[in-house]
Protein backbone atom coordinates (compact mmCIF):
# COMPACT_ATOMS: atom_id res chain seq x y z
CA UNK A 1 0.00 0.00 0.00
CA UNK A 2 1.28 3.49 -1.13
CA UNK A 3 2.01 5.67 1.65
CA UNK A 4 1.56 9.80 1.78
CA UNK A 5 2.89 10.95 -0.94
CA UNK A 6 4.21 14.33 -1.14
CA UNK A 7 5.52 16.68 -4.06
CA UNK A 8 7.47 18.31 -4.91
CA UNK A 9 10.29 16.70 -2.11
CA UNK A 10 12.24 20.56 -2.18
CA UNK A 11 11.31 23.98 -3.98
CA UNK A 12 13.62 26.56 -3.75
CA UNK A 13 11.82 29.88 -4.42
CA UNK A 14 12.85 33.65 -4.51
CA UNK A 15 10.67 35.83 -1.56
CA UNK A 16 7.46 37.07 -2.99
CA UNK A 17 7.36 34.79 -5.16
CA UNK A 18 3.68 31.98 -5.21
CA UNK A 19 4.51 28.12 -4.13
CA UNK A 20 2.25 25.16 -3.56
CA UNK A 21 2.94 22.09 -2.52
CA UNK A 22 0.54 18.98 -2.89
CA UNK A 23 -0.62 16.16 -0.92
CA UNK A 24 -2.05 12.24 -2.14
CA UNK A 25 -3.11 11.24 1.52
CA UNK A 26 -3.42 7.14 2.07
CA UNK A 27 -6.62 5.87 0.24
CA UNK A 28 -9.72 5.77 2.43
CA UNK A 29 -8.33 8.41 5.04
CA UNK A 30 -10.70 10.82 5.81
CA UNK A 31 -8.62 12.85 8.30
CA UNK A 32 -5.78 15.11 6.51
CA UNK A 33 -2.94 17.22 8.64
CA UNK A 34 -0.97 20.23 7.09
CA UNK A 35 2.42 20.74 9.68
CA UNK A 36 4.78 22.70 9.42
CA UNK A 37 8.45 22.09 10.87
CA UNK A 38 11.28 24.25 11.54
CA UNK A 39 14.94 23.14 11.98
CA UNK A 40 15.61 21.53 15.44
CA UNK A 41 11.91 21.62 16.11
CA UNK A 42 8.83 19.65 16.60
CA UNK A 43 6.37 20.05 13.83
CA UNK A 44 3.50 22.50 14.23
CA UNK A 45 -0.24 21.71 12.90
CA UNK A 46 -1.84 24.50 10.23
CA UNK A 47 -4.79 22.75 9.47
CA UNK A 48 -6.66 19.73 9.86
CA UNK A 49 -9.38 18.10 7.54
CA UNK A 50 -11.94 16.02 7.99
CA UNK A 51 -13.16 14.93 4.35
CA UNK A 52 -13.65 18.56 2.71
CA UNK A 53 -14.20 20.23 5.81
CA UNK A 54 -11.39 22.79 7.36
CA UNK A 55 -12.44 21.39 11.10
CA UNK A 56 -9.34 22.95 12.65
CA UNK A 57 -7.06 25.85 10.88
CA UNK A 58 -6.39 28.37 13.82
CA UNK A 59 -3.11 28.00 13.54
CA UNK A 60 -3.01 28.77 9.69
CA UNK A 61 -1.79 32.46 8.80
CA UNK A 62 -4.81 33.01 6.35
CA UNK A 63 -3.28 35.89 5.27
CA UNK A 64 -0.43 34.44 2.78
CA UNK A 65 -1.46 30.84 3.33
CA UNK A 66 -4.49 28.96 1.49
CA UNK A 67 -5.51 25.00 1.81
CA UNK A 68 -8.45 23.53 0.01
CA UNK A 69 -8.76 19.62 -0.18
CA UNK A 70 -11.50 19.24 -2.93
CA UNK A 71 -13.65 15.79 -3.27
CA UNK A 72 -12.27 14.86 0.39
CA UNK A 73 -9.15 13.63 -1.18
CA UNK A 74 -5.93 15.10 -2.60
CA UNK A 75 -4.58 18.74 -0.80
CA UNK A 76 -2.60 21.75 -1.46
CA UNK A 77 -0.88 24.28 0.33
CA UNK A 78 -0.12 27.47 -1.09
CA UNK A 79 1.82 30.11 -0.07
CA UNK A 80 1.40 33.55 -1.28
CA UNK A 81 3.62 35.65 -1.67
CA UNK A 82 6.36 34.14 0.15
CA UNK A 83 8.66 35.09 2.59
CA UNK A 84 12.22 34.40 3.99
CA UNK A 85 10.71 33.00 7.49
CA UNK A 86 8.67 30.60 5.71
CA UNK A 87 11.96 28.06 4.82
CA UNK A 88 10.81 25.26 6.70
CA UNK A 89 9.28 21.47 5.94
CA UNK A 90 6.19 21.09 5.06
CA UNK A 91 4.37 17.64 5.97
CA UNK A 92 1.44 15.89 5.26
CA UNK A 93 -0.47 13.22 7.06
CA UNK A 94 -3.13 11.30 6.99
CA UNK A 95 -5.37 8.65 9.30
CA UNK A 96 -8.67 6.81 8.89
CA UNK A 97 -10.38 9.26 11.30
CA UNK A 98 -9.95 12.05 13.91
CA UNK A 99 -10.05 9.08 16.79
CA UNK A 100 -7.90 8.99 19.46
CA UNK A 101 -6.46 5.96 18.67
CA UNK A 102 -6.29 6.34 15.26
CA UNK A 103 -2.59 6.52 13.95
CA UNK A 104 -1.49 9.16 11.11
CA UNK A 105 0.86 8.28 8.48
CA UNK A 106 2.94 10.93 7.52
CA UNK A 107 4.90 11.77 3.73
CA UNK A 108 8.66 12.64 3.58
CA UNK A 109 8.03 16.55 3.21
CA UNK A 110 8.50 18.77 1.06
CA UNK A 111 11.67 21.19 2.19
CA UNK A 112 11.00 24.64 1.10
CA UNK A 113 13.67 27.25 1.14
CA UNK A 114 12.97 30.98 0.87
CA UNK A 115 15.64 33.13 -0.96
CA UNK B 1 -3.33 20.93 25.00
CA UNK B 2 -2.36 19.24 27.73
CA UNK B 3 1.46 19.02 28.06
CA UNK B 4 4.47 16.70 27.95
CA UNK B 5 8.25 16.96 28.88
CA UNK B 6 10.85 15.13 27.63
CA UNK B 7 14.18 14.97 28.06
CA UNK B 8 16.14 16.97 24.72
CA UNK B 9 18.68 14.01 24.29
CA UNK B 10 19.55 10.62 25.68
CA UNK B 11 22.00 8.33 24.49
CA UNK B 12 22.86 4.69 24.42
CA UNK B 13 24.96 1.69 22.98
CA UNK B 14 23.99 -0.80 20.35
CA UNK B 15 21.95 -3.74 21.18
CA UNK B 16 21.12 -2.26 24.75
CA UNK B 17 17.72 -1.72 25.76
CA UNK B 18 16.93 2.28 26.12
CA UNK B 19 14.15 3.97 28.62
CA UNK B 20 12.74 7.35 27.13
CA UNK B 21 11.03 9.11 30.22
CA UNK B 22 7.97 11.38 29.49
CA UNK B 23 6.26 13.40 32.22
CA UNK B 24 2.65 14.51 31.77
CA UNK B 25 1.23 15.30 35.00
CA UNK B 26 -2.02 17.09 33.48
CA UNK B 27 -3.18 14.34 31.58
CA UNK B 28 -6.48 13.69 31.78
CA UNK B 29 -8.56 10.75 31.76
CA UNK B 30 -9.48 10.53 28.17
CA UNK B 31 -6.30 11.36 26.93
CA UNK B 32 -4.32 8.96 24.89
CA UNK B 33 -0.72 8.81 25.27
CA UNK B 34 0.95 8.33 21.66
CA UNK B 35 4.58 8.20 20.75
CA UNK B 36 5.99 8.86 17.42
CA UNK B 37 9.65 8.89 16.25
CA UNK B 38 11.48 10.85 13.22
CA UNK B 39 14.27 9.24 11.57
CA UNK B 40 16.72 12.21 9.77
CA UNK B 41 15.16 13.81 6.38
CA UNK B 42 11.51 11.64 7.08
CA UNK B 43 8.37 12.43 8.29
CA UNK B 44 7.07 11.72 11.49
CA UNK B 45 6.34 7.83 12.19
CA UNK B 46 4.00 6.22 14.80
CA UNK B 47 5.10 4.05 17.74
CA UNK B 48 2.98 3.06 20.26
CA UNK B 49 -0.63 4.38 22.00
CA UNK B 50 -2.14 3.15 25.50
CA UNK B 51 -4.66 4.34 27.97
CA UNK B 52 -4.01 3.09 31.60
CA UNK B 53 -2.55 -0.56 30.42
CA UNK B 54 1.20 -1.64 29.43
CA UNK B 55 1.59 -1.59 25.49
CA UNK B 56 3.89 -4.02 23.83
CA UNK B 57 4.11 -4.02 20.17
CA UNK B 58 6.56 -5.25 17.22
CA UNK B 59 8.69 -1.86 18.08
CA UNK B 60 8.69 -1.38 21.18
CA UNK B 61 6.96 -1.21 24.50
CA UNK B 62 5.18 1.43 26.48
CA UNK B 63 4.97 1.79 30.45
CA UNK B 64 2.46 3.97 31.96
CA UNK B 65 2.44 4.63 35.68
CA UNK B 66 -0.31 4.03 37.63
CA UNK B 67 -1.16 7.49 37.99
CA UNK B 68 -0.87 7.85 34.57
CA UNK B 69 1.50 11.21 35.16
CA UNK B 70 4.07 9.82 33.46
CA UNK B 71 5.20 7.26 30.76
CA UNK B 72 8.67 5.04 29.13
CA UNK B 73 9.31 3.48 26.04
CA UNK B 74 11.13 0.73 25.93
CA UNK B 75 13.43 -0.28 22.86
CA UNK B 76 14.51 -3.62 24.14
CA UNK B 77 17.48 -3.62 21.94
CA UNK B 78 18.63 -0.69 20.39
CA UNK B 79 19.85 -0.78 16.85
CA UNK B 80 21.62 2.28 14.83
CA UNK B 81 18.70 2.85 12.87
CA UNK B 82 16.58 3.33 16.29
CA UNK B 83 18.70 6.72 16.00
CA UNK B 84 15.80 9.52 16.00
CA UNK B 85 13.67 12.40 17.32
CA UNK B 86 11.45 10.59 19.76
CA UNK B 87 7.94 12.35 20.30
CA UNK B 88 5.74 11.67 23.37
CA UNK B 89 2.37 12.78 22.75
CA UNK B 90 -0.90 13.38 24.32
CA UNK B 91 -3.95 12.75 22.17
CA UNK B 92 -7.38 13.56 23.70
CA UNK B 93 -10.95 12.98 22.61
CA UNK B 94 -13.78 15.84 20.66
CA UNK B 95 -12.55 18.49 19.09
CA UNK B 96 -9.23 20.44 18.20
CA UNK B 97 -8.21 17.12 20.53
CA UNK B 98 -8.18 15.54 18.11
CA UNK B 99 -4.93 17.18 16.69
CA UNK B 100 -1.51 15.34 17.16
CA UNK B 101 0.51 18.46 19.28
CA UNK B 102 4.06 17.81 19.14
CA UNK B 103 7.56 19.16 21.44
CA UNK B 104 10.54 19.19 20.93
CA UNK B 105 11.08 15.64 22.01
CA UNK B 106 14.10 13.73 22.43
CA UNK B 107 17.16 13.00 20.42
CA UNK B 108 18.24 9.34 20.61
CA UNK B 109 21.81 8.56 19.67
CA UNK B 110 23.02 5.23 18.84
CA UNK B 111 26.99 4.41 19.55
CA UNK B 112 28.04 1.32 17.76
Known sequence: ?115 | DAKTTQPNSMESNEEEPVHLPCNHSTISGTDYIHWYRQLPSQGPEYVIHGLTSNVNNRMASLAIAEDRKSSTLILHRATLRDAAVYYCILRGSGGSNYKLTFGKGTLLTVNP
Open chain 1, 1 to 115: EAGVVQSPRYKIIEKKQPVAFWCNPISGHNTLYWYLQNLGQGPELLIRYENEEAVDDSQLPKDRFSAERLKGVDSTLKIQPAELGDSAVYLCASSLGPRDRTEAFFGQGTRLTVV
